[in-house]
């Protein structure tokens, strides 16, 4: 016996094929799917064509869930009933908000990233075979618990795919100006620049960020980009994962509100480790920035996000203070995501105040501290070599060397300088050890 909704998909792909978008040709369609005109599809067909004036061509699987429910098709099905054919459609673009490339249908997303149908539908997963298999060489992520943190890295062949993707298709999307973290043109700098010289600077951390931003959302998001529903469906499944059970029965038992992100986690959402995730969570992100925004006017005070670490400033205490931290909390748990119970910092003059790794009481710059140490380490292996320093055991010391020394120095000429002579003392060592003459430059 043919089902509701097994006949509602037969229907919805006959009205949407070629022809006139009218109660006759609607009708006549669905005759097509059951080998003959039956009463019932007229009312059919002026049901679909009430709720949709326009033919839904991006939508056939939200049209056979609509024609599913209605009472003519339902009390049709109370009876044997047949299909005599189906009908293929392939999807179209109906709206298209930004430049993004136009991608009608699966075979359009598989020529834009090379691949083959199949191989699409291996890499999205849309039949849940990848996550459910046994074998790990067949998964698609590696999996690593780091501290409290998943870090779950997308294989090189789909890493390079959600890269393709980053460039040519989300990396597209404006973001909202509140957020400048994985922002062209913005960074940890311009974020702490907006919160510099306040008097009071709040900060408000989330938690589990990407593992809190559902696949159900970064699939919302696609539709509102105007992809059609397979294409939205399939580029969510390349960027989103539902961690494996023998995975999640590896976490830490500290973790902060265990149950809630073990399920968020089990649940489709965004990796820790993907390149596409901090884009993805920026762009899902939106509403919450613009409610935020709109929140901190009414309160008089600036907001800026970078990542999951949310920052207030201005001259606001008391009580107006802490209802602006309730507000912000609704906000927060009414847009999905949740705050980190024990990361929310109010600094005021007479702090430290610091964000994003920049003390921010006058003009963003790197703690003294963290200066200190940087000089101290590129000293020692001025003397002793870089391999004698890299006790963390990074694979690149020299260049994480000299990115810590652009990050440390970029606020004072300075400092920049002077870790920058170190930085090639060190290196002038690393190339020729036996050479005096660098040891003397150190000693003076």
Not at 2 to 10: C, E, G, H, K, M
Not at 72 to 87: D, G, K, T
Not at 221 to 234: C, D, I, K, N, Q
Not at 364 to 389: F, K, M, S
Request: glycine share 6%; charged share 25%; with cysteine.
């Amino acid at each position: 016996m043919t089902s509701a909704r097994s006949l509602a998909v037969a229907l919805a792909d006959a009205f949407l094929a070629d022809g006139e978008w009218r109660r006759p040709a609607l009708a006549d369609r669905g005759g097509l799917v059951l080998g003959v005109r039956r009463r019932w599809l007229v009312p059919v067909a002026d049901a679909v064509l009430t709720a949709y004036p326009r033919r839904p061509s991006d939508r056939p699987r939200e049209l056979a869930a609509f024609v599913a429910g209605l009472e003519p098709l339902r009390e049709a099905v109370r009876r044997p009933i047949l299909i005599s054919s189906r009908q293929v459609v392939a999807t179209r673009t109906i709206t298209h908000r930004w430049h993004t490339p136009v991608l009608d249908h699966l075979g359009d997303l598989a020529a834009q990233l090379g691949l083959s149908i199949e191989h699409l539908d291996w890499y999205a997963d849309r039949r849940a075979m990848n996550r459910r298999a046994a074998d790990p060489r067949l998964h698609h992520y590696r999996y690593r618990w780091a501290g409290t943190r998943l870090i779950e890295a997308p294989k090189p062949r789909l890493r390079d795919l959600q890269r393709r993707l980053l460039t040519d298709v989300f990396g597209r999307i404006p973001v909202h100006d509140a957020a400048h973290g994985f922002v062209p043109s913005r960074s940890a700098s311009t974020f702490a620049t907006a919160h510099s010289g306040q008097p009071i600077v709040v900060r408000v951390d989330l938690l589990a960020f990407f593992a809190t931003v559902t696949a159900a959302r970064v699939y919302g998001l696609l539709r509102t980009a105007g992809y059609p529903e397979p294409v939205a469906h399939a580029l969510t499944g390349i960027c989103t994962i539902r961690t494996p059970a023998n995975v999640l029965r590896m976490a830490p038992p500290h973790l902060i509100e265990r149950p809630a992100r073990i399920a968020a986690l089990r649940a489709g959402h965004l990796p820790q480790g993907a390149p596409t995730s901090p884009v993805l969570a920026n762009l899902c992100a939106f509403r919450l920035d613009r409610r935020l925004t709109g929140l901190a006017g009414a309160f008089g005070v600036s907001y800026r996000r970078y990542a999951d670490d949310l920052a207030f400033s201005g001259g606001i205490s008391g009580q107006r203070l802490d209802d602006l931290l309730v507000a912000v909390a609704d906000v927060v748990r009414d847009e999905g995501f949740r705050v980190h119970p024990t990361k929310t910092r109010i600094r005021g003059r007479g702090d430290r105040q610091l964000l994003a790794g920049l003390v921010v009481n006058e003009r963003p710059a790197v703690p003294r501290d963290e200066y200190d140490r940087l000089r101290a380490i590129l000293h020692n292996a001025a003397r002793t070599g870089l391999a004698a320093q890299n006790r963390g055991g990074h694979p690149a010391f020299a260049e994480h060397l000299a990115g810590r020394v652009a990050w440390v120095g970029r606020a004072s000429p300075h400092r920049a300088a002077k870790l920058a002579s170190l930085l090639d003392a060190a290196l002038a060592t690393a190339a020729n050890p036996a050479h005096p003459h660098q040891r003397d430059i150190v000693d003076m």
